[in-house]
């Protein structure tokens, strides 16, 4: 079971980046649709489009800060406990970016089209940034907490 730690720690890294890359392809088609939108008007195409698109690439830094946490804990406690935070985690992680390349899809379209309300949608898409930092904090608190083998 030693080696278990080895598949967590690949975890929270793989999980976060499949939920960023997901985020960020849904929210990238969005703004792609929004801009084609905006030619066909003869309107300008926003840039700050790119906000809504590269804000799910940040939970792959998480998992990556986690990664990198739970290698310097490998051998002071449970494998077991480093599989299980590295699914769970690198999961929760995943599905915040996943959601988050969602909202900023909803987002692009939204301003786009009205040229409004930029600061309310980067807020949303930030709030579901926030589930993934909740994720990353916890674990590292729960680490601190976690009696050596």
Same mark, same amino acid.
């Given at each position: 079971?030693?080696n278990?730690? @080895?598949? /967590?720690?690949?975890? #929270?890294?793989?999980?976060?980046?499949?939920?960023?890359?997901i985020g960020?392809?849904?929210a /990238?088609?969005?703004?792609?649709?929004?801009?084609?939108k905006?030619?066909i008007q003869?309107?300008?195409?926003?840039?700050l489009l790119?906000a809504?698109?590269g804000?799910?690439?940040?939970?792959?830094?998480?998992?990556?800060?986690l990664?990198?946490? #739970?290698t310097?804990?490998?051998?002071?406690?449970?494998?077991?406990i480093?599989?299980?935070?590295?699914?769970? +985690?690198?999961?929760?992680?995943?599905?915040?970016?996943?959601?988050q390349g969602?909202? /900023?899809?909803a987002?692009?379209?939204?301003?786009?089209e009205?040229?409004? /309300?930029?600061?309310?949608?980067?807020?949303?898409v +930030?709030?579901v940034?926030?589930?993934?930092? @909740?994720?990353?904090v @916890?674990l590292?608190?729960?680490l +601190?907490?976690?009696?050596?083998t």
């Amino acid at each position: 079971m030693q080696n278990a730690g @080895f598949i /967590g720690l690949a975890a #929270f890294m793989a999980l976060a980046a499949v939920g960023s890359a997901i985020g960020v392809g849904v929210a /990238g088609m969005s703004a792609i649709g929004a801009w084609k939108k905006c030619y066909i008007q003869n309107k300008p195409a926003p840039f700050l489009l790119f906000a809504f698109v590269g804000a799910p690439m940040t939970q792959t830094i998480y998992g990556l800060i986690l990664m990198n946490t #739970f290698t310097e804990a490998r051998g002071l406690i449970d494998s077991a406990i480093i599989l299980g935070a590295g699914i769970f +985690g690198g999961l929760g992680m995943g599905v915040s970016a996943w959601f988050q390349g969602m909202a /900023g899809a909803a987002a692009s379209d939204a301003f786009a089209e009205t040229g409004k /309300g930029f600061a309310n949608y980067i807020l949303v898409v +930030g709030l579901v940034e926030t589930v993934a930092l @909740f994720v990353m904090v @916890f674990l590292m608190l729960l680490l +601190g907490n976690v009696s050596p083998t």
